[in-house]
């Protein structure tokens, strides 16, 4: 999976554009999705940060399906805000303490479901992809959701899914920053120390002073850390869905 930021070729894209996904409960909420032209069989269900579906995260998911991987990234607030703009003006932090997190959960799960029905093209192993906010809860899938063959995350928060360790079953990946305010170093490597002291099969990095949201567009100096994390991405995707990315 090649490191590319810039905006993929149309060609390698069947398909990009909103759509609204539907929860256990009955609530549509806003989502995104990315089709690869050549699939390869995996798919990511992306899990952003506190500002939702925001356009970074859209072209995230263009990235991956230009890598030939479904991508669809969940909104958070579909039961809170009143609309679905989620451009520079719009503040999650007003939303955010608000969430009721047993229904996001099941957003997630919708999320799964759609990448499996073949809807965002033939997909056959799904994983979950989490940046800050949704760091914690994608590792948290690992014990959540048993048709994933993984789940990833950036700089997350160990403390918001620390309670479910005993049951993560899938791999994780955990891209950790060593600058991160939200987080210190002593937290991501008692993480680490955790998982694998309970047998959770886990793969962690911790980037040296990077910051937190270091793969987030092109913060200075951060180029060679977010190349990294995008290789090491791809591997992880490749090596648990037993197919090339």
């Not at 060593?178 to 886990?202: I, K, P, S």
């Amino acid at each position: 999976m090649s490191h590319r930021d810039e905006t993929p070729d149309p060609g390698a894209l069947v398909h990009a554009g909103e759509l609204r996904l539907t929860s256990s409960d009955g609530v549509a909420f806003l989502a995104y999705e990315a089709v690869p032209a050549r699939p390869t069989g995996a798919g990511v269900v992306l899990l952003p940060d506190v500002r939702g579906a925001h356009e970074f995260y859209r072209g995230l998911a263009r990235r991956f399906a230009a890598s030939g991987v479904a991508a669809v990234v969940l909104d958070y607030y579909g039961r809170l805000a009143a609309d679905d703009d989620r451009g520079p003006g719009f503040d999650g932090y007003a939303y955010v303490s608000r969430l009721d997190w047993a229904a996001a959960r099941e957003d997630i799960k919708a999320g799964v479901d759609h990448l499996l029905s073949g809807s965002a093209g033939p997909v056959a192993w799904a994983f979950t992809v989490g940046f800050s906010l949704g760091g914690a809860m994608s590792w948290g899938q690992s014990a959540l959701e048993p048709r994933l063959s993984g789940a990833a995350g950036f700089y997350g928060r160990p403390a918001e899914c620390r309670e479910l360790i005993p049951g993560m079953a899938r791999p994780l990946l955990v891209l950790a920053a060593g600058g991160d305010v939200l987080t210190t170093v002593e937290d991501n490597l008692a993480f680490e120390r955790e998982l694998t002291a309970l047998g959770v099969e886990n793969e962690f990095e911790l980037y040296p002073d990077a910051p937190h949201s270091f793969f987030d567009g092109d913060l200075p100096g951060q180029a060679d850390a977010s190349a990294d994390a995008w290789e090491r991405l791809g591997a992880f995707l490749a090596r648990h869905g037993r197919t090339e990315v």
